[in-house]
């Protein structure tokens, strides 16, 4: 099965300088890279497995990756600012 890598170094490239300084000195936004990173990694462990779970609880950690993506991109781009 073909998976896309949601990592999000891989997703937002051009803010990696900035990832690296809220990692390190900003621990809310450290903890969220952290959640956002463990659930990609569950949900790419499923695909890649071809596991049977249901689309609905698939489809809800999918949901949960995409607000927590949200959440920290708002953060990069206050950063930023």
């Known amino acids: ?10 997703e ?3 803010y990696a300088e900035s990832i690296h300084t809220l990692k390190m000195g900003n621990l809310h936004f450290a ?3 952290d959640e956002y990173h463990s659930l990609t990694d569950q949900i790419e462990e499923l695909e890649i497995k071809d596991s049977p779970v249901a689309d ?5 950690m999918k949901k949960q ?6 959440e920290l991109y708002a953060m990069l781009l206050a950063h930023k600012a």
């Open 12 to 14: 937002l490239p051009e």
């Open 1 to 10: 099965m073909n998976v896309d890598h949601h990592d999000l170094l891989h």
């Open 56 to 60: 609905l609880a698939l489809e809800e």
């Open 31 to 33: 903890k969220l890279f």
């Open 65 to 70: 990756r995409l607000k927590l993506k949200d």
